[in-house]
């Protein structure tokens, strides 16, 4: 009784937002089809926006708007494996994830050392790096324990690094268009080796074309899959040693649940389990949740917490995205 009640309250809270997103995704769509050059998917962002920071902008659409961009999001990445084969996947190479391993590593260091320059503690150093070398709040909230970090350096962390991630969210496309004529690979790399959470890599994506999209979307997952790794070397660098606690936090640390999903669902169509029949079904769904958690996305970004962070902090965000943008062109020159 209780937990049907608690099930109940739950669908509750989360149903205004949903049927906001659900909304804005329809709309976009249906002007996406009169403008195709941008699409729905990139409509959906820029509406979600816009009702985001007006009338949207109230307590009632935050869980439906949450349960979109993460829910949604991550049930679409599943299904996205159901459409790619693993040759697709191979299409990275060798050269591929080596340019997302010396990007990582080149995030790390920089993060690192400029946080160190302009005075910020250890533990918010590390939480900076990880958020923008790995996979944003997820990659924060999976290294804030192995550091004992505390809730303040954790917030503010998890804050600047969604907000830098917007900003480049939009601007990545626009690069992207400039330096490699919007070529599908190079393209994919710089917004899937750049971009913090996998919504930001989607929408980005997204403002380019589908086959970017879904490729952004690779590289993206083999960074998350770095995670344990970096969780592991960071709780090193705080001498867990001498701390055993640290060692059973770090060794908790697990991928996320969608890049199992995504990859099993790849393996099964890559052997023929799915028929091109179901697969065309399995890219509808996806296609669908994408362009409502896209909706969700835009309604979760403040325009006031773009604002609002304090210049030395900010300051911090912006030169580490420089670092990231500057090394990824020069990486993906090189490698791609």
């Not at 829910?71 to 299409?91: D, E, F, M, R």
């Not at 971009?195 to 929408?203: E, F, H, R, T």
């Not at 998350?224 to 001498?242: A, D, P, Y």
Request: proline share 2%; charged share 10%; with cysteine.
């Amino acid at each position: 009784m209780f937990n049907n009640l608690h099930k109940t309250n739950k669908i509750t809270k989360i149903l205004p937002g949903l049927v906001m997103c659900i909304l804005i995704a329809y709309i976009a769509k249906f002007i996406g089809n009169y403008i195709p050059s941008i699409g729905g998917a990139s409509l959906a962002i820029f509406i979600g926006m816009a009702v985001g920071n007006t009338f949207g902008n109230k307590e009632i659409y935050n869980h439906g708007s949450k349960f979109a961009e993460s829910n949604l999001l991550s049930y679409s990445i599943v299904l996205l494996g159901g459409t790619l084969s693993a040759q697709t996947i191979l299409k990275l190479g060798a050269s591929g994830v080596g340019f997302i391993i010396l990007q990582m590593i080149i995030t790390i260091t920089s993060a690192i050392l400029i946080g160190k320059k302009l005075g910020f503690a250890e533990n918010f150093r590390l939480l900076m790096a990880g958020g923008n070398a790995v996979c944003g709040s997820s990659a924060i909230a999976s290294i804030a324990p192995v550091i004992d970090a505390d809730d303040n350096d954790k917030g503010i962390a998890i804050t600047i690094v969604n907000v830098m991630g917007t900003v480049l969210m939009l601007l990545l496309p626009l690069i992207a268009s400039l330096i490699f004529s919007s070529g599908t690979l190079k393209t994919s790399a710089l917004i899937g080796g750049v971009l913090q959470s996998v919504g930001q890599v989607v929408a980005s994506g997204s403002l380019v074309n589908e086959q970017v999209k879904n490729l952004a979307t690779i590289f993206k997952i083999v960074r998350i899959i770095f995670l344990v790794l970096v969780v592991l070397t960071f709780g090193t660098m705080k001498n867990k040693s001498s701390q055993p606690k640290h060692t059973q936090a770090a060794s908790k640390v697990k991928i996320p649940w969608y890049v199992m999903g995504f990859f099993i669902m790849c393996s099964l169509f890559t052997v023929g389990i799915f028929s091109p029949q179901v697969a065309n079904t399995f890219k509808l769904i996806s296609n669908n949740f994408e362009v409502i958690a896209l909706a969700g996305i835009g309604m979760r970004v403040n325009f006031r917490h773009l604002i609002n962070q304090g210049v030395k902090v900010s300051l911090y965000a912006l030169c580490i995205a420089l670092v990231q943008v500057l090394s990824a062109i020069t990486l993906i020159t090189v490698l791609l």
